[in-house]
């Protein structure tokens, strides 16, 4: 039995697992496969437009009947300094002439936009059960026409400030993302990635700081990740990494076989690749201008620079310049389809979880 049925209540999940939401990364048959296996099922729409949105919904709704959760991301946008824009372009001339690229050539490259107004109208008409945000909130008129749709609204927090926060501004669920998370940081009250604490470390101090459920995120990746989460208080789990090598995966075949060679400690925290910190597996471009640059222009622009080299690049079968987002556990991924592996996640933590109480 889980020690803990708030989520289950809530979500009305067979497992208190959420799969993470990975924009770029996993798009239906991912939350399909994984919500079929139990867990709530999260598609990230941060990189997409309404209209992709809305199709991609409905396509999980044709293949399950279980609760979906939208995330988007809430950073407030700014627009490209040219300035700034040109000095990254000057930083990665090399590696433009290298791959035979004119860096003069207008880049139109999707990149992530934050929750707006015509996001909002999407979630009022698709109501999924639950919304969760990357970086805060959003504007507190949305957030009330999210709540208002009947949306659980969940997001991160990176230190207990954060959590206390979220709380007070409406969030139902925190989720607490410790350094060790891939991706990128949900911070959005500090700047500091030194002073970023661990999950271990996080998740108790959040549990004793709000009231709302609180969901252990960062690092999780196996049955005696999610029984220590629910020893440290957490009433659920956010696991990305240990998704990342399903089949349903979008995940590119050489960032495969990256993410299938990385150890312990593979990944770093980096803003080279968006401008905004995230942990990632050590690339070319990661290891050779950051992976810390103060000339990264800022979220996220600099991932608009680096665009032309990643499709370059990846056509050569390289990741130099693609996102290889994954968190420190990365190594505890399987390679099995993502509704057997919930199964197996759910299924091993709780023989912990009762080899403990026993
Ligand atoms: C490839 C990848 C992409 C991610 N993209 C998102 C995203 O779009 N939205 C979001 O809220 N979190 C995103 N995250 C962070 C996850 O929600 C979560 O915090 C993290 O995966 C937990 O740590 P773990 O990777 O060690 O399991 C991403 C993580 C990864 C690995």
Redesign the pocket.
């Known amino acids: 039995m889980w020690p803990d049925r708030r989520l289950l209540d809530l979500f009305k999940t067979e497992f208190p697992i959420v799969q ?7 798009d239906t048959d991912l939350v399909i496969a994984a919500s079929q296996g139990g867990a709530l099922g ?1 598609l ?1 729409c ?2 997409l437009s309404v209209e992709k949105a809305r199709e991609q919904i409905s396509i999980i709704r044709q293949r399950v009947s279980a609760p979906v959760n939208m ?1 988007f ?1 809430c950073h407030k946008a700014v627009d490209a300094d040219p300035n700034r824009e040109a000095q990254w372009k000057q930083r990665l001339a090399p590696y433009y002439k290298e791959l035979g690229l004119d860096p003069a050539t207008p880049i139109n490259a999707a990149n992530r936009a934050p929750f707006d107004a015509a996001m909002c109208e999407l979630v009022e008409e698709l109501k999924p059960e639950v919304v ?3 970086f805060g909130l959003p504007d507190p008129a949305l957030l009330k026409r999210a709540k208002a749709a009947g949306c659980i609204v969940m997001s ?1 927090a990176t230190i207990v400030k954060e959590a206390i926060w979220l709380e007070e501004n409406g969030a139902d669920v925190i ?1 607490a ?2 350094a ?5 940081r ?1 911070m959005f009250l500090t700047e500091n990635i030194a002073e970023q604490p661990g999950t271990f470390a996080l998740v108790p101090q959040v549990v004793d700081a709000v009231k709302v459920p609180v969901i252990a ?5 196996d049955g005696r990740g999610i029984a220590a989460a629910f020893a440290l208080g957490a009433a659920g789990v ?5 998704y ?1 090598r399903c089949p349903e995966s979008k995940v590119i075949a050489p960032a495969r076989a990256a993410l299938a060679q990385a150890l312990d400690d593979s990944t770093v925290i980096t803003n080279v690749m968006t401008g905004r910190p995230a ?1 990632a597996v050590i690339n070319r471009v990661m290891r050779e201008v950051g992976p810390i640059s103060p000339d990264a222009p800022a979220f996220p622009h600099a991932a608009t620079g680096l665009a032309p080299l990643k499709q370059a690049s990846e056509r050569l079968g390289k990741v130099d310049f693609t ?1 290889l ?6 190594r505890l991924g399987r390679e099995m389809p993502a509704a057997e592996l919930t199964r197996a996640l759910a299924g091993a933590a709780l023989a912990r979880l009762s080899q403990m109480a026993g």
Do not use: V
Request: charged share 5%; aromatic share 6%; no cysteine.
């Open positions: 993470a939401p990975m924009a770029g990364a996993i999260s990230p941060a990189m995330n991301f969760s945000f990357q991160s989720i993302q410790g060790e998370a891939g991706g990128h949900g995120a960062g690092g999780i990746a956010q696991i990305g990494s240990a990342l942990r996102n987002w994954a968190g420190q556990a990365i």
